[in-house]
């Protein structure tokens, strides 16, 4: 995952949206997804086992952490080419997080529209 924020002179003028969900949600969702991906029943697997191993970057994915953090660190560094969102601040503030992301890629609007 941390190879993941490349960028080449193909992307140079592109901008990006990274959507970040809260960590207690990602934990679930993937436990479940890698159960459901190798057809473990949840009765023979550990949450415990599978909370520790995220945690410590151990999965097939890599490090959630190195991977979350490469985007923060790149949306502090130029703003203009990085929007970084929290899912759960979308949803509870649609309206303005709708006008940061016009506003980020170029299209702004008023209150009216």
Known sequence: MEDSLEITDEHA????????????DVVVSYYYFVLSVHQ???????FEEAFDEFCEGMTSIGSY????????????NDGRKIL????????????????RLAEFMGYPFSTEE
């Open 65 to 76: 952490w190195d991977h979350i953090l490469g985007y923060w660190q790149a949306s502090h």
């Open 40 to 46: 473990v029943p949840v009765e023979d697997s550990s």
């Open 13 to 24: 003028y592109c901008k990006m949206v990274y959507v970040n969900r809260d960590v207690k």
């Open 84 to 99: 970084f969102l929290k899912y759960e601040d979308m949803k509870q503030d649609i309206a303005d997080n709708v006008k």
